[in-house]
């Protein structure tokens, strides 16, 4: 898959999600507008709901290169080396998520509702300023780390190939961004922190992507910490990621805002 097909893919699902963004607004049914009594900027407009688009795309891929990366791993360490087809896609993939938050991160602040007072807070991490009542700054700032690791770890691989151990080393700081990122949507994304679908659909994703990490730890003989204690949490954090998604899509708990 080339940059340019993956560049095509990705500006067509941000704009179907956009499109369905735009109707909910326009059926008074999207959840900015039902946290308009909670949220000091809500800004429901055009570059809004294409921030929320571009910010789930982004997740998205972001989720597809790590899977990828993850995968590509695997067969490292089973064959002696990756399918170069793997590593292509796992690069374009995380190329193209940096270009899509980007998005995220500027759109906003050509709104008219400009959040955070403007664009002298928008990449300064933990200068936001509270938010329905609990400091979200450290929310949003989850996003503005993910976003300045994520330079550090990705396009690099093209300054450093050369040194394959600092790439390596550097790179490990991808899952970090991925968590970071989950974490952001998750406590502040307009359509996650709202019990939902969308919201369980978040905690479950994460399930599948914990046992391909497990599987890698088990396998590597690089750990810094024993297997067995690594392989351990990993499998406790799965467990409980699958509990807390039946409990929430059951509704015994409510695991988000109720509206």
């Keep these: 898959m080339t940059l340019a097909v993956l560049a095509l893919v990705a500006a067509a699902v941000t704009a179907g999600i956009d499109e369905v963004f735009l109707a909910r607004v326009r059926a008074g049914t999207d959840n900015a507008l039902r946290l308009a009594a909670f949220v000091n900027y809500v800004g429901v407009d055009g570059s809004y709901t294409l921030a929320r688009a571009l910010g789930i795309a982004a997740l998205v891929l972001a989720y597809a290169a790590v899977v990828l990366g993850l995968i590509a791993a695997e067969q490292r360490q089973v064959r002696g080396w990756p399918s170069p087809l793997l590593g292509v896609a796992h690069r374009q993939a995380g190329l193209m998520t940096l270009v899509l938050v980007a998005g995220h991160v500027a759109v906003p602040f050509t709104s008219v509702f400009a959040p955070y007072q403007g664009w002298p807070t928008a990449l300064v991490p933990f200068d936001q300023p ?42 490990r700081v991808t899952l970090v961004v991925y968590v970071l990122s989950a974490a952001h949507a998750f406590l502040l994304g307009t359509d996650f922190l709202v019990s939902g679908p969308a919201r369980v659909a978040l905690l479950a994703a994460q399930v599948p992507l914990l046992v391909l990490a497990g599987r890698r730890v088990a396998r590597s003989g690089m750990a810094r910490v024993p297997r067995r204690l690594a392989g351990g949490v990993v499998a406790a954090t799965t467990g409980g990621l699958t509990v807390l998604s039946v409990l929430v899509a059951t509704g015994t708990f409510a695991g988000g805002m109720r509206l």
Excluded at 157 to 170: K, N, S, V
């Design 130 to 171: 509270v938010s329905w009542g609990i400091r979200a700054a450290t929310w949003e700032s989850f996003g503005i780390l993910a976003f300045y690791l994520a330079i550090l770890a990705g396009p690099t691989f093209y300054l450093l190939r050369r040194r394959p151990r600092w790439w390596i080393a550097l790179h």
